[in-house]
């Protein structure tokens, strides 16, 4: 049941009694003055959907408490003690004197029944409505974006803990995998948290160790009942089965069919030490309020800067300029913009050359149209027709580049030069020529490209570079809440207030 404000405080009024202590144009202020026209009790409706049982707390005070959390990034038990001494806090979320708020589990069950509703961001939404309400954006047509690389909420671990760290995760979330481990896992007692004790500095002890894990993790998820899993469940069976095989390999003397196995000798590439994570954000660089965000792992090409831009642009009602750095600079980024209506102002990447100072692919006439490539010598050469899954095309110089005066600036392979060209070659093309030479495209980068920069800062600041949760479904609702905090501080220092029952901003700043 929906708890509702019952008009009865414990103590007096923190916001009527000290409204001058709170500092003046801060979010304590205005949520003491607006929390419940920000956050209506018909916003929270749906979460509750039934009339019995006990009524909750009010989920307007929850929402301005988490609000106020990931704007200032605290536990969920420094965030309670902030409520119960300090009289910003208990302003802000509509307190008495002598409240002494709530246990810290209730905010865990809060951010659990928005992560789960149909509306997880609705924080960051009402915060946008208020946003378009002002109007502070109309006529601003320019987003800048970019990404940020964040930590989950797990420590760097040695190969060891890691183990240790994913069986015992494997047999939290996933149904049916405690009853497989108590018959199959052996290496260790998963329900102790510690390290095994063995004798550290043994080294046939540890390798011994380390074979027994990594035993027991394949036999865990051999044994694992076919079944649909969830986020949690599925994370935690993902990574299992990366962990086991990222820092090992097959013992000496072994085909690794055997089951034995050692800590691997070598550098593992894409090497597992924590679970990381991109912010992805959309901004309006004069006002630096963020229009879109979105957190996805860190891995992997449907993740990367490239496919997400059209993604955190599909709200925009008009058409935008973007502006990014090269991460955007692919192909099918440019031609999705451009298909959206939107103009790319997005750095282009840089082009490799096959040798040191030497020619690369823009020195070469390329005429996709004619089906023809010229080298910096003048020998031209058939271009193929497009091929394979990627649909590139070739051309071959391996019969001009023989006793070529200038081949020793253009490649060292044997056979002679092959260039590969790809699809939207052309504009990728003339998006470098325009970088280097159109003085008002660089002019339009450098102003509006910098302030996204500041933005992803606002993010990552008061620590928040390490996630505090684990998996991309809370951690992507813990995004859109800061971006909703971020704003909201935003809006407050260009001026917001509330006219009637509008929201505006000052006349002098709008």
């Given at each position: 049941m929906q708890g509702e404000w019952a008009g009865e405080l414990v103590g007096p009024d923190v916001w009527q009694t000290c409204r001058e202590l709170i500092p003046a144009g801060s979010v304590f202020a205005f949520l003491g003055e607006h929390r419940q026209a920000l956050f209506p009790a018909g916003l929270f409706a749906d979460m509750y959907p039934s009339r019995n049982g006990r009524p909750s707390m009010p989920p307007q005070v929850l929402a301005a408490a988490v609000v106020l959390q990931t704007l200032h990034g605290l536990s969920d038990a420094d965030t309670v003690q902030a409520l119960r001494c300090d009289l910003r806090w208990k302003a802000a979320c509509g307190l008495g004197l002598y409240d002494t708020a709530f246990d810290p589990t209730l905010l865990t069950y809060f951010r659990r029944r928005l992560a789960r509703s149909s509306r997880p961001n609705r924080l960051f939404e009402a915060v946008g409505e208020m946003v378009a309400a002002t109007g502070v954006l109309n006529g601003r047509q320019r987003r800048a974006l970019d990404s940020a690389v964040l930590d989950d909420a797990v420590a760097t671990q040695d190969t060891v803990t890691q183990l240790i760290a994913a069986i015992r995760r494997t047999i939290r979330h996933v149904p049916g995998a405690a009853q497989v481990a108590a018959q199959c896992c052996t290496a260790h007692d998963y329900g102790d948290p510690g390290k095994p004790r063995i004798a550290w500095d043994d080294e046939q002890v540890r390798a011994a160790l380390v074979d027994a894990l990594?035993?027991?993790?394949?036999?865990?998820?051999?044994?694992?009942?076919?079944?649909?899993l969830g986020e949690q469940a599925a994370t935690a069976v993902g990574l299992l089965a990366l962990v086991a095989g990222q820092d090992?390999?097959?013992a000496d003397d072994s085909d690794g069919r055997d089951g034995r196995w050692r800590i691997a000798q070598r550098a593992v590439p894409d090497r597992v030490v924590s679970t990381r994570f991109k912010a992805h954000v959309a901004v309006e660089p004069e006002t630096g309020l963020f229009t879109a965000v979105a957190l996805r792992p860190g891995s992997g090409a449907a993740h990367h800067e490239a496919a997400l831009a059209v993604?955190?642009?599909a709200e925009e009602t008009s058409p935008v300029q973007v502006f990014g750095d090269s991460a955007y600079s692919t192909g099918p980024c440019r031609q999705a913009l451009t298909d959206a209506g939107h103009r790319a102002v997005i750095k282009p990447a840089p082009l490799r050359q096959a040798v040191p100072g030497g020619f690369d692919l823009d020195d070469f006439a390329i005429d996709t149209a004619g089906s023809t490539v010229t080298c910096p010598a003048g020998h031209q050469?058939?271009?193929s027709a497009p091929s394979g899954q990627n649909q590139q095309r070739k051309a071959l110089f391996t019969g001009q580049c023989a006793g070529c005066p200038l081949r020793s600036r253009c490649t060292k392979a044997k056979a002679g030069r092959i260039l590969t060209i790809r699809p939207h070659h052309d504009e990728l093309a003339?998006?470098?020529?325009?970088?280097?030479t159109d003085t008002?495209?660089?002019n339009d980068y450098q102003r509006w490209r910098p302030p996204v920069e500041r933005a992803i800062a606002w993010i990552v600041a008061r620590g928040n570079r390490r996630l505090r949760y684990i998996g991309t479904i809370k951690n992507n609702a813990w995004l859109h809440t800061r971006a909703?905090?971020?704003n909201l501080r935003t809006l407050i220092n260009l001026g917001l207030t509330r006219t009637g029952n509008a929201w505006t901003l000052a006349p002098?700043?709008?």
């Open positions: 990594v035993t027991d993790a394949i036999r865990l998820l051999a044994g694992l009942p076919a079944q649909p090992v390999e097959p993604d955190l642009l050469v058939p271009l003339a998006a470098r020529r325009r970088a280097a008002a495209w660089q909703a905090a971020l002098k700043l709008t």
